[in-house]
């Protein structure tokens, strides 16, 4: 009995199975449907008394026009029952979906949370397309919910044009996997790096001597032989994958992409990659990205991405099929949320460019069945496909199910 929430703009709507909660919403619309049909019936059928006419006017002239009186003022008491009535449910949806708004008249807001979420009036009066006559800033519903409201307080208590807060400079990222995203513009000076301009190498040394501190190990650290050694039946070769693009492959989008390898090496090919990253065990993965002369992006695979349709000629994912479901769209293992993001994938990815599903996971057969039908629902022609098994090194757990594909997207319409 779980639920899909779909992100639109800065809110979410959410759709949910049958429930209790849902069930009662359900009769107490009945119940007001049933009620404004009475109503109406009441309204249409009563006749006035004769004893309630005026003196001075004769009954039977005077019925009609009072009956349309009546009819009139029973017609605007309905309209008004109507109109309490959707508040009320707006409310109870809002109540069921676990969803609430801020209120910037909250004096427990600070002050530039308040600013922020304060409503203004567009400078050139109503727009006549729109019309829409103020600007809302957005924020996401899900920052409303009690276990990141408090986390988006204490993101926003700060003192305007003073350096920021430093007591947690992972706040951000913790209200990035609490779905409140994206993040409210702050009015206060970001922190300096403490690395030293002198240790930067030019690039492209920069990409294997970022001269900032290594991470981790594998996709969150340097690791020189991803794409470029085969391990496992699943790996592919990025000089194999670019010579199926035949020159095509010039910029691309790595989602979840780690510390940057696979941007790294696609650098070295002239092929430039975003990497959407989240900070990861509290290491500074956008920043050592950064430091590599790559591009990275503060984004959760959940958050619709922010570019246009068609503008990229390869999408590489490694892990972030299991990412994108979570949190804004409930379990990542559930259908509808993989479906998210696979669309959104095909939205920013051009008719021929080349989607590269790379060592997905597969928690089992039923997973990577689930996995194919929807991609084989986008109409991808194959280019490679392998599907293999790794052991742990120390062979002491059961061997794991990997996925890798490599698609072309189809010309549509």
């Given at each position: 009995?779980?639920?899909?929430?779909?992100?639109?703009?800065?809110?979410?709507?959410?759709?949910?199975?049958?429930?209790?909660?849902?069930?009662?919403?359900?009769?107490?619309?009945?119940?007001?449907?049933?009620?404004?049909n009475l109503f109406a019936l009441y309204a249409f059928t009563l006749s006035p008394s004769p004893s309630s006419a005026p003196l001075l006017i004769d009954p039977g002239t005077a019925a009609h026009p009072r009956n349309i009186s009546l009819i009139s003022e029973n017609v605007a008491l309905i309209v008004r029952e109507i109109e309490a009535s959707e508040r009320r449910l707006h409310q109870i949806e809002r109540e069921l979906a676990g969803y609430d708004t801020f209120d910037p008249a909250k004096s427990s807001l600070?002050?530039?949370?308040?600013?922020?979420?304060?409503?203004?009036?567009?400078?050139?009066?109503?727009?006549?397309?729109?019309?829409?006559?103020?600007?809302?800033?957005?924020?996401?519903?899900?920052?409303?919910?009690?276990?990141?409201?408090?986390?988006?307080?204490?993101?926003?208590?700060?003192?305007?044009?003073?350096?920021?807060?430093?007591?947690?400079?992972?706040?951000?990222?913790?209200?990035?996997?609490?779905?409140?995203?994206?993040?409210?513009?702050?009015?206060?000076?970001?922190?300096?790096?403490?690395?030293?301009?002198?240790?930067?190498?030019?690039?492209?040394?920069?990409?294997?001597?970022?001269?900032?501190?290594?991470?981790?190990?594998?996709?969150?650290?340097?690791?020189?032989?991803?794409?470029?050694?085969?391990?496992?039946?699943?790996d592919f070769l990025i000089d194999a994958v670019l010579a199926l693009g035949r020159g095509g492959i010039r910029i691309g989008f790595d989602i979840g992409g780690g510390a940057g390898n696979f941007a790294a090496r696609m650098a070295e090919r002239n092929v430039t990659i975003v990497t959407s990253t989240i900070e990861v065990g509290g290491k500074q993965m956008n920043e050592f990205i950064a430091a590599r002369g790559l591009f990275p992006l503060l984004l959760s695979p959940s958050q619709r991405f922010p570019f246009f349709d068609s503008v990229f000629d390869l999408v590489h994912t490694m892990n972030a099929l299991d990412e994108g479901g979570a949190p804004a769209l409930g379990q990542a293992s559930r259908t509808q949320a993989l479906e998210f993001l696979l669309f959104d994938i095909d939205r920013v990815l051009r008719p021929g460019g080349f989607f590269w599903l790379d060592n997905y996971l597969c928690a089992g057969d039923e997973r990577k069945r689930m996995v194919t039908r929807l991609i084989e629902r986008l109409a991808y022609k194959k280019l490679k496909w392998e599907v293999g098994e790794k052991a742990e090194a120390s062979g002491t757990e059961k061997a794991q199910l990997y996925l890798s594909a490599l698609l072309q997207k189809p010309a549509r319409g």
């Open positions: 009995m779980g639920s899909v929430s779909l992100k639109i703009g800065d809110g979410t709507a959410r759709f949910r199975r049958a429930t209790l909660c849902s069930s009662a919403l359900h009769l107490l619309m009945l119940a007001s449907v049933v009620t404004t600070p002050p530039d949370l308040k600013l922020f979420l304060a409503r203004n009036p567009l400078p050139l009066g109503r727009d006549a397309r729109s019309g829409i006559t103020e600007m809302v800033s957005s924020v996401a519903h899900s920052c409303a919910r009690s276990s990141a409201a408090d986390l988006l307080n204490r993101y926003m208590s700060y003192k305007p044009a003073a350096p920021c807060p430093l007591d947690d400079p992972f706040l951000p990222q913790k209200l990035v996997a609490k779905a409140c995203e994206p993040l409210p513009r702050r009015r206060c000076l970001s922190s300096s790096t403490a690395t030293a301009a002198a240790s930067r190498l030019p690039f492209p040394q920069s990409l294997w001597s970022p001269g900032t501190k290594n991470p981790g190990a594998g996709v969150y650290g340097l690791d020189k032989q991803l794409w470029i050694k085969p391990r496992w039946k699943s």
